[in-house]
């Protein structure tokens, strides 16, 4: 019997000894599942406040305390950050906690403080509408990169076998995870934050490298110089251009597609020698430069400047080129090299003038102011009295004609000659000229020289629109350098008419001629051709560049046709419409 | 889903009820038990609406009723609120069904308000103190463990709902979301453990013997895949109320009314007809 009783004792014994095996397993279990769904719950919870409180329920709930809380805390006050009361419906809880300083004080000093509120009511207190009786606490402090000073309250309630056993171990694992990953959290909100500022500069630096890179493509599309950019090897040689602008097409006509892989050089005119072209690519292949020479376009052969700059652009050897079609300049560089030409030889030739002039009007005054003065002695007898007032009035008629030349050709210089139209029948215009012509020439003992006309057109018909007394002038002149230069034979004046829109008026001589490469000369100011023939004729160098100016102002072009002893004929073409006449 | 426009709340001890009032007849106060709420009926409902005038409801603290934890959610004051509830909609003699802690109800009920029940039909119920609910709200007992785990975790309550099925497979995420839906919210996970924390079979202990006298039909429809409740439960009872029916369905699991609605509905009506 006592041995059963003792079997029965030991049975029971190893009964209770299995049950707190078990008890201790079924822990173990719990504590390992309860971590598990701590941890696996966490992945997708992005915000510290709502992993504060799933931790919080989670450990309220599966470790069966009631009032699970986080706190952050300096030594003289605290602040909620969350907490779980299963004995209220509501969350966020309704129920407000309070915190004692002496409890303060042992969470500054201590990492983990333990007590029972039965016996200290005084260090955590509740809402007294609360149906709660607090009784074990545990307090846990920690830190987070983001909290300096944490703490974990768990508060049992005051049943006598409360849930918080000696093994603090699960809450530390707990707490180590969930401070792990709220770390994980504020660094990923910083990183975020980090991510959205970087963002930010990206998008400013972005739209500012927009607006720059507007401003310059504008700039670059708008230039109304080529730019282009061209690559080359490592040798200078161009590959092609890579990149151009819209002002490329309208001066070349060339598109990208024509340029990618051209060689720019190709382009050169073809004038251009090998030894020339070689020094253009030496040239093209230096750092910087400037570049003149012509090219083959779509549009034709264009002159270009070329400035030129090498650059760097993505470990890519560019060359930046500026092309400027320099034609117009050219041109104008032509007419001014021209102009400075003309301001020379006008000045040589007025030196000229001048040196002529003097002598031109000094022996007429000389031979004025020497009769008078003879004359004003009185001692002269009748008849040299007679020949020195002929020589002083011929004399003054010849200063009178030089110095109206003049002031004619100031005028035309001046652009002060008016051309006032009307009707002129030219054929009484050259019956006036032809008697004239006879006068003079029996004046000067030149009667035997014939004058010649030649009207083939009917009076009713012969009839211009035009300044007479200019073209008279015209006439007059032309007719006064025949008989200056012929001695014998003839001068003829007239015009043809050849049944188009003008006449061709013509006053032809048969006197020494003009050499040929005297021909243009003899239009321009000042000039005279002078050789032994001619030194004697006198005169301004004038009278042609008058005429000439007048006939283009009166619509027509005075033209000379001589050769050497042959005689000379000057005709101009002046407009005519039959229909006019009347 | 209970159609929407069947549904009905009605405020009872402070608290508001929601139930559903569908088809037309005798009435019937369908009950649920733990980790679900009216939507377990949704299959069995088009069986019995033409027939009958189903009461269906959502206890407090489950489904669409009133969160708060400040009241006992005691299979007492369960059937207490249904009493109230029941007078409230001036329906003074009702058919109880009672599925898991709801069969545990209706038994109060069938005692407490005998002048209401016409007949009581127990699935799957919870009876004695077979079921594993302790007086000490101990968290080492498995089930209240499991259930907690369950509040917390959609995995773990997957788990539970799958063992509960014959037809595993039936599973489909749209009824696990029926399942899920009161645990989205925190509320709705502490109305959930409060319910389970409530648990106390000294209530069905009380009514041993009154449930052995009961004069009203009975019918006892017990799932034989049932992982949960004891086979003991359905045979004790019916050996000790004498009358009652025991019907024993070999392809239903816990969750019986999802396994084969059409014959617990043909079991109910046979019963009821009869």
Redesign the interface.
């Known amino acids: 019997m006592a041995a059963d009783k003792e079997i029965l004792r030991r049975l029971e014994l190893r009964i209770k000894e299995l049950e707190e095996e078990n008890?201790s397993l079924?822990d173990q279990v719990?504590e390992m599942?309860l971590i598990n769904?701590i941890n696996?719950?966490f992945d997708e919870i992005t915000d510290e406040g709502r992993l504060l409180?799933a931790v919080l329920?989670?450990i309220s709930?599966?470790?069966?305390i009631p009032y699970c809380a986080c706190f952050e805390f300096s030594e003289t006050s605290y602040n909620c950050l969350a907490q779980y009361c299963?004995?209220?419906?509501?969350?966020p809880c309704l129920s407000t906690v309070s915190i004692s300083g002496e409890l303060l004080k042992e969470l500054n000093t201590q990492s983990i403080f333990r007590t029972n509120l039965i016996q200290n009511p005084g260090l955590v207190t509740f809402d007294s509408k609360s149906a709660f009786h607090p009784g074990e606490m545990l307090a846990i402090t920690f830190q987070t990169r983001a909290l300096n000073h944490g703490v974990f309250i768990f508060v049992c309630d005051g049943k006598p076998s409360g849930?918080l056993k000696n093994d603090l171990l699960p809450f530390y694992q707990i707490i180590r995870i969930v401070t792990d990953k709220w770390d994980r959290i504020s660094l990923m909100k910083e990183l975020r934050q980090l991510n959205k500022e970087l963002e930010k500069r990206v998008e400013e630096r972005t739209n500012l490298f927009k607006q720059s890179e507007e401003k310059y493509r504008q700039l670059f599309d708008m230039a109304t110089d080529a730019i282009f950019l061209w690559e080359i090897d490592n040798k200078g040689k161009v590959l092609g251009c890579k990149e151009m602008n819209d002002a490329v097409l309208k001066m070349t006509g060339y598109n990208k597609d024509d340029l990618q892989s051209l060689n720019l050089f190709s382009l050169l005119a073809d004038t251009y020698t090998p030894k020339e072209r070689k020094v253009f690519e030496k040239d093209f292949a230096r750092q910087s430069g400037i570049l003149e020479a012509s090219f083959n376009t779509r549009i034709g052969l264009i002159p270009l400047e070329l400035h030129f700059r090498r650059i760097k652009l993505d470990n890519k050897q560019m060359v930046l080129a500026i092309a400027r079609d320099v034609s117009e300049r050219q041109a104008y560089e032509k007419q001014i090299i021209e102009a400075k030409n003309k301001a020379v030889e006008s000045e040589k030739l007025k030196s000229a003038f001048l040196a002529n002039m003097s002598h031109e009007i000094r022996t007429p005054m000389n031979a004025i102011i020497g009769f008078s003065e003879l004359l004003y002695q009185d001692e002269s007898m009748p008849g040299e009295v007679k020949l020195y007032a002929d020589i002083i009035f011929k004399n003054s008629l010849h200063l009178l004609n030089l110095i109206n030349d003049i002031v004619d050709y100031s005028k035309i210089e001046a652009e002060q000659v008016t051309i006032c139209n009307e009707a002129i029948n030219v054929n009484e215009l050259i019956s006036e000229l032809s008697i004239n012509m006879i006068s003079i020439l029996h004046q000067l003992s030149k009667s035997h020289i014939d004058v010649l006309t030649h009207t083939p057109l009917i009076d009713s018909e012969a009839v211009i629109i035009n300044d007479k007394t200019r073209l008279r002038q015209v006439f007059t002149n032309l007719i006064n350098n025949a008989i200056k230069f012929t001695q014998q034979g003839f001068i003829e004046i007239g015009y043809q008419y050849n049944n188009q829109d003008y006449l061709e008026f013509y006053v032809r001589d048969s006197g020494i001629g003009i050499a040929t490469e005297n021909q243009k000369k003899v239009f321009e100011r000042f000039v005279q051709v002078r050789d032994a023939k001619t030194s004697s004729a006198g005169g301004t160098g004038l009278g042609l560049a008058i005429c000439s100016n007048l006939v283009e102002r009166m619509n027509g072009q005075l033209c000379l046709e001589s050769s050497i002893g042959e005689g000379s004929t000057f005709w101009f073409k002046l407009p005519y419409n039959k229909t006019n006449e009347s | 889903m209970l159609n929407k426009k069947n549904r009905h709340s009605i405020i009872i001890q402070n608290h508001e009820l929601v139930y559903y009032r569908i088809g037309n007849g005798e009435p019937l106060l369908l009950v649920h038990g733990i980790t679900t709420y009216s939507f377990i009926w949704q299959r069995v409902v088009p069986f019995l609406e033409n027939r009958y005038e189903l009461i269906i409801v959502d206890l407090l603290g489950c489904g669409d009723s009133a969160?708060?934890?400040?009241v006992a959610f005691s299979l007492k004051n369960h059937a207490k609120i249904l009493a109230e509830l029941l007078e409230a909609l001036h329906i003074n003699k009702v058919h109880l069904v009672g599925h898991d802690v709801g069969g545990g109800i209706c038994q109060i009920m069938a005692v407490s308000h005998a002048e209401v029940a016409l007949s009581l039909t127990v699935i799957n119920t919870v009876a004695y103190d077979f079921w594993p609910v302790q007086p000490i709200?101990s968290?080492?007992t498995p089930i209240i463990?499991q259930l907690?785990?369950a509040?917390?975790?959609l995995g773990a309550f997957r788990f539970i709902v799958k063992r509960g099925l014959y037809y595993r497979e039936r599973l489909t995420n749209e009824l696990m979301n029926y399942f899920w839906y009161p645990m989205k919210t925190?509320?709705g996970?502490?109305?959930f453990?409060h319910f389970a924390h409530c648990l106390d079979n000294r209530d069905l202990i009380e009514i041993v013997d009154d449930i052995e006298h009961l004069q009203i039909p009975v019918l006892i429809i017990r799932g034989d895949k049932d992982v949960y409740l004891s086979k003991q439960i359905a045979e004790k009872l019916h050996q000790s109320i004498k009358g009652s029916q025991l019907k024993v369905v070999a392809t239903g699991g816990h969750f019986i009314q999802e396994d084969e609605p059409a014959v617990i509905a043909r079991y109910i009506d046979e019963f009821i007809s009869v």
């Open positions: 008890n079924s719990e599942l769904l696996e719950s409180t329920e989670k709930v599966l470790k069966d299963s004995f209220y419906t509501n969350e849930p | 969160k708060s934890i400040d709200i968290m080492r463990r907690a785990m509040s917390l975790d925190s509320a996970r502490k109305a453990l």
